[in-house]
């Protein structure tokens, strides 16, 4: 008889590029490969430079003032982690009217999304549509 092992979706490797997704309405969420990035925080700071128009986050102790707290989607154990940015993305006038996603990468601690750059347009796979091409980490 042959010697059988059970597949599980953890058996498949984490995407190991850090992307950031800005949805609609202003919420962001960070892959699994960001979060680790980060260190894992609990909470982060968002930081944007308007003039280069990069957004950033840095992680911070949850009792921070300015932390925001970083919590993972509802049912997923391994991301992707939402943070609520809407009045960040509105303070800014971050364009919110469409998902995007960015790849982001670290400069000294902090992971940035260079918003000068497109992003990949991106849809919800809710309804069990890969049309997005994204990967279980997309929301």
């Avoid at 990468?105 to 902090?110: F, R």
């Avoid at 919800?124 to 994204?134: K, V």
Wanted: charged share 25%; with cysteine.
């Amino acid at each position: 008889m042959p010697n059988f092992e059970t597949f599980t979706k953890r058996m498949v490797p984490l995407v190991k590029q850090p992307f950031i997704t800005i949805q609609k309405r202003g919420t962001m969420s960070l892959n699994a490969a960001a979060y680790t990035a980060l260190g894992e925080p609990e909470a982060v700071e968002l930081l944007y430079d308007p003039a280069e128009r990069i957004m950033g986050f840095r992680a911070v102790a949850k009792e921070s003032e300015h932390a925001y707290p970083l919590r993972a989607q509802a049912g997923k154990s391994i991301g992707p982690y939402i943070v609520s940015g809407t009045a960040f993305t509105k303070y800014y006038g971050i364009d919110t009217t469409v998902s995007r996603r960015w790849v982001g990468y670290l400069d000294e601690g902090v992971l940035c999304v260079d918003l000068k750059q497109s992003g990949t347009e991106v849809t919800s796979n809710r309804s069990g549509s890969r049309a997005s091409g994204g990967d279980d980490d997309d929301v």
